[in-house]
């Protein structure tokens, strides 16, 4: 086994893993220190995880349709992370965040609506003012202060992040359309999209746990809904709607 403590969203978790490549995986994240938990990844994990690369057809994007005991094993990782950090208030979600001026901005929609699309915009418009902090699977971190968002390693086929937590600015859920328009959201608007691309365990509490974050998330975040194309514009229309701007 390979053991190693990483940081994710303020919290120490101890790894024991199988694969060297795991650790490598998760270097920039590595710490020292006590643990708030650990996680360890065994056999029926790697097991569960072969079988869902099954169900979602993920071979097909491996050569000799085999997925790598090491990304099995990276997947159990996020997975078993991700229960345990419902606990400390964190859940994770699906989405591609950015931070301009050290305010985070998440954009969320389905697979191949554009997301990382929209935040290359984002990086070309504000240039060294732009920092992604994950293309992917973002933490988001509920506080009394308010709610952070947070890099973790398992930031996209771009590998688009880095090991940083900001405040959360706004969610915006992206529409692709002819012309650049922004719009404010309720909760009740939003919060059926943030289900969707957040991660939900099966177990019934820890979906209510789900249900009762993305309440207290809402209740304090800008929500935005956004029609755009992929010109440059879209970056200043989003940018400028989430920070009550005229466009």
């Not at 969203?9 to 270097?27: D, H, L, P, W």
């Not at 990844?41 to 349709?65: C, I, Q, T, Y």
């Not at 249900?211 to 514009?233: F, V």
Request: overall charge negative.
């Amino acid at each position: 086994m390979f053991d190693f403590t990483m940081e994710l969203a303020g919290r120490k978790i101890a790894v024991s893993a199988n694969f060297e490549r795991t650790r490598e995986y998760c270097q920039a994240y590595l710490t020292e220190g006590e643990p708030d938990f650990s996680v360890t990844v065994g056999m029926e994990e790697l097991a569960w995880e072969h079988r869902n690369a099954k169900k979602e057809k993920l071979h097909d994007s491996f050569p000799g349709d085999r997925v790598p005991p090491p990304f099995l094993e990276q997947a159990a990782l996020y997975r078993m992370i991700a229960n345990r950090m419902l606990e400390y208030d964190t859940v994770l979600f699906h989405g591609s965040a950015i931070s301009v001026d050290g305010q985070g901005y998440l954009f969320t929609a389905l697979s191949g609506t554009g997301k990382s699309t929209h935040t290359a915009l984002w990086r070309s418009h504000f240039g060294d003012r732009a920092v992604m902090v994950n293309d992917d699977k973002p933490l988001l971190r509920v506080t009394k202060e308010g709610v952070f968002v947070c890099g973790t390693p398992w930031n996209g086929k771009h590998n688009l992040g880095c090991n940083i937590s900001v405040p959360l600015k706004g969610i915006c859920v992206l529409n692709r359309g002819a012309e650049n328009t922004i719009r404010t959201l309720t909760p009740s608007e939003a919060i059926p999209y943030l289900l969707q691309q957040s991660y939900i365990p099966p177990e019934t509490a820890a979906a209510a746990k789900v249900m009762s974050l993305l309440g207290a998330i809402t209740s304090c975040t800008g929500l935005y809904s956004l029609h755009c194309n992929m010109n440059p514009e879209a970056a200043v229309v989003a940018y400028n709607g989430m920070n009550g701007k005229e466009n």
